[in-house]
């Protein structure tokens, strides 16, 4: 299967801890997404890269949170020091795409929920 | 910035009958994209159907079609034939620029046999 994969699927940690994501896209797309999807509601934009650059961050994108996606492949989305309210789905995308071209569908990975005790 | 609202939280629908379910947006852009995306319990999201804003004509994917209607900002799902396996969230996203998609708040269907 060549679609877009995260680890782990599950993560549970107690408040303070820092924890650490990784997503891998689909081979041939150039731009990775990551959201934030809480129970019951849509997902919410964090960040994007396209390639190895990141270029686009959400102001919910505290300065708790960092991503990098240091080869233009697989990105790490990492939270520092963790909150009850850091508890939600983290999900990421990829596509094809570059700036100023057409828009591409984005495909979505299964995700990973974070649970903060 | 732009805001999509899906103004019905649930909905049900006997198998093999059709139900629609609603989108608006706000935007000021005059080029842009909408999808309707489905999410499964405990599975992840998929594509159901894109539309281009430029063109006129409305989508069509199967038993899925949207009444895209650009001058009310409205971007609705229509769901033909429904099946048990159409029980999902159901999320209307808008991107108008190749970046990050803005999502609905979401419906979820539950299709009854």
């Known amino acids: 299967d060549t679609g877009v994969s995260q680890n782990p699927r599950h993560k549970i940690t107690k408040r303070g801890q820092n924890v650490t994501f990784r997503c891998d896209p689909i081979?041939?797309?150039?731009?990775l997404y990551w959201y934030r999807q809480t129970l019951g509601q849509g997902p919410e934009f964090l960040t994007y890269?396209?390639?190895?650059?990141?270029?686009?961050k959400s102001r919910l994108l505290s300065d708790r949170f960092s991503a990098e996606r240091p080869k233009g492949s697989f990105s790490t989305l990492e939270i520092q020091r963790t909150e009850q309210g850091d508890s939600a789905m983290y999900l990421c995308?990829?596509?094809?795409?570059?700036?100023?071209?057409?828009?591409?569908?984005?495909?979505f990975g299964p995700g990973t929920r974070l649970t903060v005790t | 910035a732009q805001t999509v609202t899906q103004s019905q939280p649930e909905m049900s629908v006997q198998e093999a009958e059709t139900v629609t379910l609603s989108c608006t947006y706000d935007t000021s852009e005059n080029n842009y994209y909408l999808f309707w995306y489905k999410q499964p319990p405990s599975r992840q999201m998929i594509l159901v159907i894109r539309?281009?804003?430029?063109?006129?004509q409305n989508a069509t994917e199967n038993r899925f079609s949207v009444n895209f209607q650009k001058a009310a900002k409205s971007f609705s799902l229509k769901i033909s034939d429904s099946q048990l396996g159409d029980t999902a969230m159901y999320f209307c996203a808008f991107n108008n620029a190749g970046n990050m998609l803005t999502f609905g708040g979401g419906t979820r269907l539950m299709v009854k046999p």
């Open positions: 890269f396209q390639n190895e650059a990141q270029l686009e």
């Open positions: 995308a990829s596509s094809r795409g570059t700036s100023g071209g057409p828009t591409y569908e984005q495909y």
């Open positions: 539309q281009e804003a430029y063109k006129q």
């Open positions: 081979s041939e797309h150039n731009r």
